[in-house]
């Protein structure tokens, strides 16, 4: 995180809020209240990620884009009409050649898709009565055809960023196979359909996904259990903000798709961890029997962690994480090989190296204030 709160911080009679990148001091605060209210509008001011998301974009107009605006400023000059307000200001942003901020790129597109109907009234183009025509000149504004263009090519330079920066938040995690009977990962269970005892049997795959309390095995240098309260997605049935689209898969891979929530696929938390019944097709019987066989026992979920929905701490020397809350869950199911790849370590391994970070520099703090303190009593004799 970029900020922290201490208190009786050297400089700061109350609560401090801190700035883990070189120390410095945010504001001083009489209650811990007033700090984090701080610290959270530090962080709502703070220009998400999108800075190093889109630092590959280049966001300064070209040649073509300058030129168009710079023409749709001579025509609103010299006939008094066409474009608005805030037209006249993004042509004159872009006749400059000032680079535009994302949500401007996709205002641009936006505003090119709504008005391409403009192209068919009289007066668009040269020789017609009335030209330029008042959406010809205001479509000049914008950058004309060639800022329809660029701004085309910038949305989709940002949508595949986007979807990068979705896919570096997934993590995934799974259970570790034992030999413990009493906790079994994966079973196959037979089950009657809706046409009663004598119609055919269904087959259902049970498994847990993440089990409450365990502490999983290390992961680089620290370690994770999931929190009994992680998956509030999954018992919360009201006010939920957004549909669960979980899918089963095998192996995570989408190329083998189990079932779907909540048709095919069933989830529920109980007191062991997050439970989950696939309904399994009739055309994965080979998956059935490689389960039942014990060819395949392990289990995993894939997952984003919600903002804030994750806590360190030290416990015997070793870092632990502890998962709080999961924003999305994108699949779940069962795995050959139950472990950890490296990439789906990579976003937790951030997270522990802020942790690690933040807490030798209150360290580092603490030690500071300690020689200063003893050559505070050596200075005086004490």
């Known amino acids: 995180m970029p900020w922290h709160i201490e208190e009786g911080y050297e400089s700061c009679s109350g609560y401090a809020v801190i700035k883990d990148s070189d120390g410095s001091v945010a504001g001083c605060h009489d209650t811990e209240d007033a700090a984090k209210k701080q610290m959270a509008a530090l962080y709502a001011s703070e220009p998400e990620s999108r800075a190093a998301k889109y630092d590959h974009i280049d966001f300064k107009p070209p040649s073509g884009v300058r030129a168009e605006a710079q023409k749709g400023l001579d025509w ?34 936006a505003f090119f898709d709504r008005h391409q109907s403009d192209k068919t009234g009289q007066g668009w ?32 330079q940002m949508n595949a960023a986007d979807e990068r920066s979705h896919e570096m938040q997934v993590e995934t995690r799974s259970l570790c196979v034992t030999d413990d009977e009493s906790f079994p990962l994966l079973r196959i269970e037979r089950r009657c359909c809706e046409h009663g005892e004598d119609g ?17 095995l290390k992961m680089d240098d620290f370690y994770e259990r999931i929190d009994p309260g992680a998956f509030g997605i ?9 549909p669960i689209e979980t899918r089963a898969l095998f192996n995570h891979d989408p ?46 979920f894939s997952f984003i962690i919600a903002p804030g929905g994750e806590s360190w701490s030290v ?21 050959t090989f139950p472990a950890y790849p490296d990439a789906s370590v990579a976003v937790a391994r951030r997270s522990y190296d802020e942790f690690m970070k933040a807490r030798s520099f209150k360290v580092s703090s603490t030690r500071q204030k300690k020689a200063e303190i003893e050559k505070f009593l050596r200075e005086r004799g004490r």
Do not use: C
């Open 76 to 109: 609103r000059s010299e006939f008094g009409r066409g474009g608005t307000g805030v037209g006249i200001a993004r042509a004159r942003d872009l006749s400059n050649g000032t680079t535009i901020s994302p949500e401007t790129a996709r205002r641009m597109k």
């Open 200 to 216: 055919p049997k269904e087959t259902w795959l049970v498994g847990y996904a993440a089990r409450f309390g365990a502490t999983s």
């Open 234 to 242: 999954v018992t919360e049935r009201r006010g939920r903000k957004s």
């Open 315 to 335: 416990e015997e020397g070793r870092s632990i994480r502890t998962v709080k809350s999961v924003a999305a869950l994108i699949d779940v199911g069962p795995v």
């Open 255 to 300: 190329n083998h798709l189990l079932g779907r929530y909540p048709s095919t696929l069933r989830m529920k938390v109980d007191e062991q961890g997050l439970r989950y019944e696939i309904k399994m097709p009739e055309t994965r019987r080979d998956l059935v029997e490689s389960i039942e066989r014990g060819d395949i026992r392990g289990s995993s």
């Open 125 to 156: 183009s040269p020789g017609e009565k009335g030209f330029p025509s008042n959406g010809r000149i205001a479509h000049a504004l914008w950058g004309g055809d060639a800022g329809y263009a660029w701004s085309r090519k910038l949305v989709k």
